[in-house]
């Protein structure tokens, strides 16, 4: 009923950045909370950081003071602007909403994630 799709990922070299965006589409009323999670190989999945339709957000200890996230609730989409990478953040990056469907449902969906790659 509601899919997200992510796009922005790709190879940079350490210090360089990356913009991700994921846009929600579907039957939607409303999104409250959108999230970026990453999972590197072996590793479980975590939560990169949160922003809720108010525009509160939070982040990761790890990616403080380099990423941002920020939503634009009208075209229910959320970027995550990714600045002074470190190989460490190399991971595949999902980004997930919830929120409530058209028929009164809640709803948590998951995109299909996209990788990002830091290496010289």
């Known amino acids: 009923q509601v899919q997200l799709v992510e796009s922005g990922g790709g190879l940079v070299q350490p210090g360089g950045s990356l913009r991700l965006s994921c846009t929600a589409s579907?039957?939607?009323?409303?999104?409250?909370?959108m999230t970026w999670h990453r999972q590197a190989p072996g590793k479980q999945r975590e939560l990169v950081a949160t922003?809720?339709?108010?525009?509160?957000?939070g982040y990761a200890d790890s990616v403080k003071g380099r990423f941002t996230i920020s939503r634009d609730n009208a075209k229910n989409t959320v970027s995550l602007q990714m600045n002074s990478l470190k190989p460490e953040d190399t991971a595949v990056y999902y980004c997930?909403?919830?929120?409530?469907?058209?028929?009164?449902?809640?709803?948590?969906?998951w995109g299909q994630g996209t990788q990002v790659t830091v290496s010289s």
């Open positions: 922003i809720t339709s108010s525009g509160s957000s």
């Open positions: 997930n909403a919830v929120g409530l469907t058209t028929a009164t449902a809640s709803f948590r969906s």
């Open positions: 579907g039957s939607i009323f409303s999104i409250y909370t």
